[in-house]
């Protein structure tokens, strides 16, 4: 079992739409990051949260850490056929797992012109 | 900063050989990580070491085996390579403590076991 459910798994939309991707657990998270992934490459970093409650953007995207820190959501707007990678969404509890992210499932976002 | 590093890119090996990937971890930071991604069971967590040290550890068989040296860069091994092996093996470096460090992520190591 997952420790982070993301959803959805696929998403196919056309440019200039709007989406959201969430992330859920049961856990209480030290701290959430969002990566986005392109095929056969390592993540990359999109944004790290931390705080209950906490909003950061980054241009077109929003990221929303629950105020328990159980789950997060990413959400796109005005999507662009740049946007297009699979999106990981990651959370560290800290303690005894310091160094260990447990990673949800992925949602492969694919945007058409 | 450089980023992190992984070598080499991509192997191919028969079943029942063994491998060395190696990782180089972004200038200052102590830990590396370790994961296998595969398209069935996504990024599952092999182990991740601090200053040396084995600090966790996955779910994974005792083929998978890893070390950190001083200069904080990393390997991992993996023995009686099987053909489920095959997956591309990330490596990710953290500078932070406390639990809330954000790990960045070498460009991986894909692997094809025949």
């Known amino acids: 079992t997952q420790l982070l459910e993301q959803s959805p798994q696929f998403l196919s939309i056309q440019e200039g739409e709007n989406l959201t991707v969430y992330c859920n657990s049961s856990?209480?998270?030290?701290?959430l990051q969002w990566y986005r992934q392109e095929p056969g490459e390592g993540p990359v970093l999109l944004v790290t949260v931390v705080t209950g409650g906490e909003v950061k953007k980054l241009k077109r995207l929003t990221f929303q850490f629950g105020d328990a820190r159980k789950d997060s959501s990413l959400h796109i707007t005005a999507a662009q056929p740049g946007d297009t990678g699979l999106y990981l969404c990651a959370g560290a509890l800290g303690g005894s797992t310091l160094g260990r992210l447990y990673f949800g499932r992925g949602t492969q976002l694919t945007v058409w012109p | 900063k450089a980023g992190v590093t992984q070598t080499p890119r991509y192997l191919i090996k028969t079943r029942g050989q063994q491998v060395t990937l190696s990782c180089s971890p972004i200038?200052?930071?102590?830990?590396v990580s370790w994961y296998q991604q595969t398209p069935g069971q996504g990024l599952q967590f092999l182990f991740e070491y601090f200053s040396e040290t084995q600090r966790n550890k996955g779910n994974f068989p005792g083929r998978f085996s890893g070390r950190q040296f001083s200069n904080s860069r990393s390997e991992m091994n993996v023995s009686t390579l099987e053909l489920g092996d095959s997956a591309l093996y990330l490596c990710?470096?953290?500078?932070?403590?406390?639990?809330?460090?954000?790990?960045?992520f070498g460009p991986g190591t894909r692997l094809l076991v025949l």
């Open positions: 990710a470096s953290s500078g932070g403590t406390g639990g809330k460090e954000t790990q960045y």
């Open positions: 200038s200052g930071h102590r830990s």
């Open positions: 856990s209480v998270f030290s701290s």
